[in-house]
C-alpha cells in the first residue's frame, strides 16, 4: 500500500464518509425493527401446536436471530464509520491550517510531508 500523501488527505470527502454513516444507521434501525417484528410474529403465533409449529417456531428464532445480528454489525459499522468521519474532518481542517501556514510562508508541503 502507498504512503499517505497530502494530497491524498486533501481529496478525503467527509460528506462521502457521512452518507455511509447514515446507511449504516439506517439499516440497523430498520432491522432492529424487522426483528422486533418477527418477535411479535413468534408470540402472536405461540400457540400454534404440531410439528409445522415447532418448525415454524424454529425457523422464525433462527431468522429473527440472524436479523438482529446483522442489525448490530450494521450498528457497529455507523459507530466506526461516525469515528471515522470525525477524524476526517480534524485531519482535513489540520491540513488545512497547515497549507495556509505554508503558503503564507511561501513554502509548499511535498507529497513525503516535508
Avoid: H, Y
Avoid at 439506517?26 to 400454534?48: E, I, K, N, P, Y
Avoid at 468521519?85 to 513525503?112: C, H, N, R, Y
Amino acid at each position: 500500500m502507498a504512503e499517505l500523501t497530502p494530497d491524498d488527505v486533501r481529496r478525503w470527502d467527509a460528506g462521502a464518509v457521512l452518507k455511509v454513516f447514515q446507511v449504516a444507521s439506517a439499516r440497523a434501525a430498520t432491522l432492529q425493527s424487522f426483528g422486533d417484528d418477527l418477535g411479535q410474529v413468534g408470540q402472536q403465533l405461540a400457540d400454534w401446536d404440531g410439528e409445522a409449529g415447532t418448525a415454524f417456531q424454529a425457523s422464525l428464532g433462527r431468522a429473527r436471530t440472524d436479523v438482529l445480528s446483522d442489525g448490530r454489525e450494521s450498528a457497529n459499522v455507523a459507530a466506526a464509520v461516525c469515528d471515522a468521519w470525525e477524524d476526517v474532518q480534524i485531519t482535513k481542517g489540520m491540513m488545512s491550517e497547515v497549507d495556509q501556514t505554508a503558503q503564507g510562508l511561501g513554502f509548499v508541503i511535498t507529497p513525503d510531508w516535508k
